[in-house]
């Protein structure tokens, strides 16, 4: 007898039903993470003026140097609408820089300036950071799992 022949009506539907918990306990997790990134970034906004998205920018822009909008918003997976909202707002507090190219004029820089430097170097404590220090705990074998396991789940996501 095969495998398929002896799964009962029951069993099928009992496996089903444990499946659909499994999802719903995944899009739990997933609003809890969602709730987490939300309350931190409001916290950061209320105490520096910032949210996560506006302080990834600047990161980005500090570590890598001068670049393009496109070039930012691929780097850290936001939309281009998105990332020129986060550069407006950087801009209004003198935070960033927009250039255009002397040969494209459609092409357009963002750079730090020294009120960015600064910000950053006296930087809060960040969410990576932060969870940085709480995966700590795991064993290295722990983070990969956990890290593929996100990544896996991302990938699984982009189809839905």
Same mark, same amino acid.
């Given at each position: ?33 969602? +709730?987490?990134?939300? #309350? ?13 998205? +506006? ?31 986060? $550069?407006?707002?950087?801009?209004? %507090? ?13 092409? $357009? #820089? $963002? ?13 809060? #404590? /960040? /969410? ?7 995966? +700590? ?19 699984? /996501? %982009?189809?839905?």
């Amino acid at each position: 007898m095969s495998d398929i022949e002896n799964q009962s009506p029951d069993n099928n539907i009992k496996a089903a039903q444990q499946s659909e918990q499994r999802s719903k306990n995944i899009i739990l997790a997933l609003r809890k993470i969602m +709730q987490q990134m939300d #309350y931190h970034s409001r916290r950061l906004n209320k105490c520096y003026g910032l949210t996560i998205p +506006q302080i990834v920018c600047l990161y980005e822009i500090y570590e890598n140097g001068r670049m393009t909008i496109s070039a930012l918003s691929k780097k850290i997976y936001l939309s281009m609408s998105t990332i020129v909202g986060v $550069i407006d707002r950087l801009e209004e %507090k003198q935070f960033v820089n927009r250039t255009r190219d002397i040969e494209d004029r459609r092409i $357009i #820089y $963002i750079d730090i300036t020294e009120k960015g430097k600064e910000f950053v170097a006296a930087a809060p #404590y /960040l /969410l990576h950071n932060r969870l940085n220090d709480n995966l +700590q705990v795991l064993t290295e074998e722990e983070q990969i799992t956990l890290a593929d396991s996100i990544d896996l789940l991302v990938n699984l /996501l %982009k189809d839905i």
